[in-house]
């Protein structure tokens, strides 16, 4: 069973420039998470998605956006850029029905995004 | 107060033996609790998930949970080199935000 897939693996771009990362489940999965590991920082829950809608957001300005497609997969959009937005961005799957949100949440292999 | 703490260490253990690593969090709400290990420039993997009080075993791998006192532990038995990674305890709080809050990791390094 495939994982969850990311890309593009690593990214660089400048200042004010716009990112598009891009995310996809493992398969049966309808829950999309995100989140940004700063160095030095821990992961920082970004962005939730469950059948394509915005379920929750993370303390990040709103120039960090995203949307999930009807296939689950998901993108996010991070618009003009800044030196500090310099992290691994990870995207996580899991199912998700309901209220049972104890499942655990599997993480892809991350975009590394790098701000000159 | 972090909502998710652990000591970063580094904790270091030699080869064969036990390696202990603590977690504490403060909502009491939480219900869902995680460990995962991160190898350095990777992404985390999940090894353990925890959900009530007591202990709950997989191969070298204990995790115990204590809600009273607020505290998730990793045992690792016989602690292998390959295991010298960070360690994350991830924990999913109350209500139904969808995240996990994670604490800063501690490293663990196993000696030869």
């Known amino acids: 069973e495939a994982g969850v897939t990311q890309s593009p693996t690593h990214l660089i771009k400048t200042r004010g420039q716009q990112a598009t990362l891009r995310c996809s489940p493992i398969?049966?999965?309808?829950?999309v998470y995100w989140y940004q590991q700063a160095l030095g920082l821990g992961l920082q829950f970004l962005l939730w998605?469950?059948?394509?809608?915005?379920?929750n957001r993370g303390n990040f300005p709103p120039r960090f956006s995203g949307r999930q497609f009807p296939n689950y997969s998901s993108e996010l959009n991070v618009n003009a850029l800044e030196l500090e937005d310099s992290a691994l961005y990870l995207c996580?799957?899991?199912?998700?029905?309901?209220?049972?949100?104890?499942?655990?949440?599997?993480f892809g292999d991350g975009t590394r995004l790098s701000i000159l | 107060q972090k909502e998710v703490e652990q000591n970063s260490g580094p904790l270091s253990v030699p080869e064969g033996a036990i390696a202990s690593l603590n977690c504490t969090y403060s909502?009491?709400?939480?219900?869902?609790f995680f460990w995962y290990r991160q190898y350095s420039g990777k992404s985390p993997e999940l090894i353990m998930s925890?959900?009530?009080?007591g202990d709950k075993e997989d191969g070298r791998f204990t995790a115990q949970l204590n809600k009273a006192s607020q505290y998730v532990s990793l045992l690792i038995r016989d602690s292998q080199p390959s295991d010298s990674a960070t360690y994350l305890c991830?924990?999913?709080?109350?209500?139904?935000?969808?995240?996990?809050?994670f604490g800063q990791g501690t490293t663990l390094q196993v000696k030869p």
């Open positions: 925890i959900y009530s009080n």
């Open positions: 991830a924990v999913n709080p109350s209500g139904n935000t969808g995240k996990l809050i």
């Open positions: 998605y469950d059948e394509g809608e915005e379920r």
């Open positions: 909502d009491r709400g939480s219900q869902s």
């Open positions: 996580a799957s899991s199912p998700y029905r309901g209220r049972t949100l104890n499942q655990p949440q599997h």
């Open positions: 398969s049966g999965h309808t829950s």
